[in-house]
């Protein structure tokens, strides 16, 4: 801790502890929280490249703003005010275009996205050269909206960001219910008579105040990222929408937050930018190891769903080894079982399974003190092990039965089919299938097999 | 304007190399881009216009690194060249990490394709700003080059030992490569984009083609890039396409149209980005305005969509307009004819008076209306004016009478078949006699066993013998 205290006070003027660094932190941690939190719904709706358009479309009205405040007073152009008004215009009719154009018959809803991006953007791109030949043109301004000009926020720029933040998140819980059934049931919102059409309305004004609003941390081009990357990494760690709204806004703060820091030590490499990575750097993070459907995670879950199915047949092949070698009459019960040995290899012969798995496998068994290993080098099975196995084999009886004589399976089929689903049988599910064959009589607590087992192999037939 | 025209015409002038450079490129673009909106993934280009720029400048990058190009340097001549057959290398492998990256996301978060691939290709457009930005200084390449190109001056550097921009050959060896693939394949690409299902029970490898496109529309965005840049090469590839599909159906003239339409945004654009400073003289100190090249080509490919839009044969906005409006008054002088044919039936002398008075206020529209229907009516012959009162002629009464009986034949066919009352077999009725024709009329009245009277009583006018 004493490391990272000399760090933070070793900051000096481009630290931490520096004025306009906390300014900048400040300003495009809001931002990250505010489009964090839209762009959950975004997502959700299916709609994320809303905000490319905005954002692209955000230009052409930057740059008339500009030019119309420019040609009525000379160096008034870059009013910021004026500026942002000209572009949140610009955008929100380039969203309501979109719509317009995907009705036009034979223009796809893809299409009527790229179309009105990229010609608007065009038009934006033909503004901004004529901007360029002004005399006052001073256009590098205008391009810092573009690629963001985080480093350059201000006081004034960080209590609009903080309006904007908390107006965004006072909406979004006002309207979290109405928002939340037009993203998953819009059309049991509208049958409700929720009016779906000025929701949506409600939405995209978000996204166009929070894209304008991002043109001056991240700048332009990149707000879209954060419309896009937080929502989609905090997906992988949560399925309900409460979760994904707080996670979407922490990630956004958070990726703010870091790109903030490592652009105030590391010069000229863009604000803006280092956010947006950032941002993809904990995409990747949440990608790999989110808890709900992390690759990493899955795979965990693939592998540990595996080995309790190996268990299980384990535990079956040496029961139906010892029914086979049993000489009481009926079925073995558990302390029966328990009595009886066996051996490695006899077992390992009536599987085919890798060496690997199953000394992994037998391992297992041992540690969860289902079977031990007696004096003379056999294994047994302890009394709890002679229960579970018991349970085990009903289950898969009774449903090879089920499939033999309900399902219509024919009987070559049964033990593979068996094997898959067995295993995913609930308790309720098992009473129902014990109702079945109540009936016909069989009360053993465990069917016989079907299979002939051959009484010296222990392989079924 | 001559002096335009000539100068882009004559071979050695810079204004024609630009053109030449322009056309080449939009018309690469357009050829996969086609493609692209005919199946759906027209984001597919804007997500590799803004993923390819990290590999753009590493190709610029391991260029310079690997090649001395200092002027008095041999290989000086060759760096355009090498650099671009890198970034081209680059380009497909890199765009096929993007589409895959994206569809990997895409299933394994269960997320929409359009938030996986916008994940991957913000991201990577971020890390090409850095890089740019970073290495601004050793690569020729700076943010104005990213978002629109500088086809004005990347046309000075030219293949050694001819006139010919690097840019123009790249554009050139993106057309020859893009036509040689979908000459190939052609049969492929067209199953596949309109049918894959069945392409993939005939054995087409969908997949193969998808990443086939993919790699070919990355190499072309890079080829490309100095001429538009890495965001309107967007519109370059997907304008000329959409333009082309509001006009024909069938893929073979979908591809030559949008070609048709790329060179046309390419030349007209040019003449815009040369003629503007021409046309208009800005601010106090007489300094012209500059219209970029490329901003200016996107600009005149989007007018001709616009214009298409609005006027396209049959889809064409304002034919569907003027159609609509059409119709109204059509419906419209039907209804005056109708209710002239009704007020005759009741013996009602129809002055100008009771045009503006009892007719205007049935057929709910203001008298001046019903005065220039009227009027309209008079020119075409079926109703005239004697001696102050308005009368169908012959030929009106026949109309009004085909009119009149549809109406009747409905109100009796809705209130039979249907048990409809009065009122509402009325109001359909109101808008059925418009669209019944003569056949449609006789064989309504021999359904109806030729009834005489209506279910109010009133007599249904017979057939006159006309449609």
Redesign the interface.
Known sequence: MTGLGSFVLAQGSAGLLDYSTRMVLAGTVLLGIAAGIVGAFL?LR?R??VG?VAS?AAVPGLAAAFLLFEINSPGSGRWLPGLLIGAAVSAALAIWLTERVKR????????A???V???S???G??L???I????SGNQAHL?DF??GRAAALIEGDVLTLTCVASGVLIITLAFFKEFAVLSFDEDFAAAQGWPVAKLELLLTALVVVVTVTAMQSVGL??A??LL??P???A??WTDRLPGLVAISAGIGALASASGTIVSAQIP???T???I??F??IF?IVS?FFGSK?G?VW?WWERRRGNREIHEADLLRAVYELLEAKNDVEGRPGPERLADLPWSRAAVASSLTWPARRFESILATLLTRGWIWLDADGHYRFTLHGARRAIDVVRRHRLWELYLLNYAALPAGQIDRAADITEHGLTDAEMERLEGLFAARGDQSQVPASFHKIDAREGEPA | MNELLTSLLDANSLDSRIALTAILASIACALPGTLLVLRRQSLLGDALGHALLPGIVLGYLATNFLIDDSPGGAAAAWVPSLRITAMLVGAAVAGILCAVLATIIEKSGRVEPSAALGVVFTGLFAIGLILVRRYADDVDIDASCVLYGHLETVVFETWPGTTLPVAAVSALAAIVFNAALLIAFYKELKLSTFDPEFARAVGIPAGAIEIGLVAATAMTVVATFESVGSILVLAALVVPAVTARLLVNRFISQIMISLVFATLAAVGGHLLAMAVPHLVVLTSDNRPLEVGTAGAISLVSGLMLLATVAFGPTNGLVWKVWRLRALRQRVFREDVLGILFRLAERGVQVDEACLSGQVARSLDRSPAAVQRGVRKLQSAGLVEQIMGIWRLTAVGTQRATEIVRSHRLWETYLARNLGWTDEASHRVAERFEHHTSGYVRENLADELSHPGHDPQGREIPPNTGTS
């Not at chain 1, 036009?104 to 299409?111: F, G």
């Not at chain 1, 360029?132 to 005399?135: T, V, Y």
Request: net charge positive; charged share 15%.
């Open positions: 997502l299916k994320s490249l490319d692209h036009i018959r034979y223009i796809k809803e893809d299409a996205l790229a179309v991006l990229s010609l953007f065009g038009l791109v033909c901004l050269t004529i360029q030949s002004f005399p391009t573009l690629f081009l990149l879209v990222a896009i990357t929502a989609v990494a997906r992988f000229r490499l863009g803006g930018a280092l947006v990575v941002g993809l995409f990608w459907r690759l899955a």
